[in-house]
């Protein structure tokens, strides 16, 4: 972990393409305080794109993580990528303005 936080960025994704989805991955962030997350939207709007140009396809679904793991799709859509799946709510607040 202290020679991925010595890298620059907040975090690092490794990929590859999967045998039951579409693609896999794991991202590790210990300069965020996280040393490797289940699933990690921000990633996926990186990651659904380059895996939407290796394989022709504009949805995707994609499973992240090691010990804990997560699954999503990922859909192309132009400049956007909508991400969907199961989550477990963590937090709740309501916002003034």
């Known amino acids: 972990m202290a ?3 010595a890298l620059p960025g907040r975090g ?3 990929s590859a393409p ?3 989805f579409d693609f896999v991955s794991r991202w590790f962030g210990p300069k965020a305080g996280v040393e ?4 990690t939207g921000s990633a996926h709007t990186s990651l659904a794109p380059y895996w939407a140009g290796r394989l022709g396809k ?3 679904t994609a499973r992240q993580g090691g ?3 997560g699954q ?3 859909e192309c859509l132009g400049d956007r990528v909508i991400l969907t799946g ?3 709510p963590y937090l709740r607040g309501t916002i003034w303005l």
């Open 67 to 69: 010990a804990r793991q």
């Open 18 to 20: 999967g045998r039951e």
């Open 86 to 88: 199961q989550v477990a």
């Open 3 to 5: 020679k991925l936080a």
């Open 12 to 14: 690092v994704a490794v």
């Open 58 to 60: 504009t949805k995707m």
């Open 72 to 74: 999503l799709t990922c």
């Open 36 to 39: 490797e997350d289940p699933v």
